[in-house]
């Protein structure tokens, strides 16, 4: 059976959400940051709920623990 993918945080920018990919990385937790990739063809803000920090359900835990307050 596969994990579920979820969001464990949502951010307003790019370089907060990336800086928060980056923290999870580091710690060896697999995650990834939506953004709405149509910004990249016509300037325009991210669409409704910004950048969106994906992990895995099964680490969702340790991964709120890394980021804290972020």
């Known amino acids: 059976m596969a994990d579920k993918i979820i969001c464990i ?37 991210p669409p409704a709920g910004g950048y969106r920090l994906l992990v895995f359900e099964k680490d969702a835990e340790r991964a709120a623990a890394i980021l804290g307050d972020d």
């Open 9 to 45: 945080r949502e951010y307003a920018s790019g370089p907060e959400a990336y800086m928060a990919l980056d923290k999870l990385v580091n710690e060896g937790i697999v995650a990834s940051v939506t953004d709405g990739l149509s910004t990249l063809y016509v300037p325009a803000p």
